[in-house]
């Protein structure tokens, strides 16, 4: 067993949970619901999902690295470059709230890098599919939607959501990695 694979493997089932979580806390905002609570488990949120998140999209890296899908590597390493500073933007505004056309501003400017990160990710994750069968398939297919909802900027809560359920078969991709090399 990989235990690199496999703690990232674990890794994401954090940041799936935290995820969802992310979700609830922007239905909340979308309706105005704007507390102390909600603030300082954003920001809390935020803090432990890039404890995790670093790990999760490393077995990436990793797991590119075995089976030489460099796709999948280079795409790993976009999806850091772009996740780590958008989540230390969006932990910054929870300090010091900003005006709502640069929040604005910098949502559109992360919805297309990420969108376009993940479309790279969703074909990597497809060509696993010699190796890891539909799991792989259906994972970069999902990666793929939810690309595609963040490009469009206004679907972007859809992809998230979709998104967060491909990140439930890339945990899923990751654990079986992890067993089988």
């Known amino acids: 067993m990989n235990k ?3 703690y990232a493997g674990i890794s994401g089932i954090f940041v799936v949970v935290l995820s969802f979580v992310s979700l609830g806390l922007f239905a909340l905002r979308f309706v105005g619901v704007r507390s102390g609570e909600t603030v300082m488990v954003g920001i809390i949120g935020n803090i432990v999902y ?3 998140a670093i790990p999760f999209i490393y077995g990436f890296i990793l797991l590119g690295e075995k089976t030489k899908n460099r796709i999948l590597v280079y ?4 999806g850091l ?3 780590v500073p958008s989540t230390l ?3 910054f505004f929870e300090f010091y709230p900003a005006s709502e056309l640069l929040i604005g501003i910098l949502g559109i400017v992360i919805s297309l890098l990420t969108g376009l990160v993940g479309l790279a990710l ?3 994750l497809m060509k696993l599919k010699k190796e890891f069968g539909n799991l792989a ?3 970069g297919i999902l ?3 939810c690309s595609l909802l963040f490009l469009t900027i206004i679907l972007y809560p859809l992809g998230a959501f979709i998104g967060t359920i491909a990140g439930i078969l890339e945990v899923a991709l990751l654990l079986k990695a992890a067993k089988k090399f």
């Open 4 to 6: 690199a694979l496999r």
């Open 122 to 124: 969703g074909a990597g």
């Open 137 to 139: 398939t259906a994972a």
């Open 75 to 78: 795409s790993s390493y976009l």
């Open 143 to 145: 990666e793929i939607c």
């Open 81 to 83: 470059i772009v996740m």
């Open 89 to 91: 933007i969006s932990l």
């Open 50 to 52: 890039l404890i995790f």
